[in-house]
């Protein structure tokens, strides 16, 4: 099992940026895939970037794509959401997650390891 915390949320005009972080704990943490998820008010969590064990893969969903780097520091445990032009839609709790393998990366289903979520807020 890995234990993730999430951190960096917060409130943002529209057009600024944010930076996530998702620290792991616990058994060979660095080999996980890390990924990033959210769930605006009323809707479905969603995906929005993963990232390969080794950061050499990246996935994104269309709508940060340009947006959104994901990326991920395995010497600190730690993977990262580096959000830019931020939108009012981009409003929700961010998740981050893990898993051993990078296959079925934007189903929530397949991953074992979340984290608590961190709120962000994008005025217009």
């Known amino acids: 099992q890995v234990q993730l915390v999430e951190s960096g949320g917060g409130l943002v005009q529209a057009g600024g940026s944010l930076r996530l972080s998702c620290a792991a704990s616990?058994?060979?943490?660095?080999?996980?895939?890390f990924a990033w998820f959210r769930q605006a008010p009323g809707k479905e969590r969603e995906f929005v970037a993963a990232i390969s064990w080794s950061g050499t893969s990246t996935y994104y969903t269309d709508s940060v794509k340009g947006r959104f780097t994901v990326s991920r520091d395995n010497a600190k445990n730690t993977g990262y959401l580096q959000m830019n032009s931020l939108k009012p839609e981009d409003t929700a709790v961010y998740y981050c997650a893990a898993k051993p393998t990078i296959s079925a990366y934007s189903r929530e289903i397949s991953y074992d390891n979340w984290g608590q979520g961190t709120r962000v807020t994008v005025s217009s």
């Open positions: 616990g058994r060979t943490s660095s080999m996980y895939v």
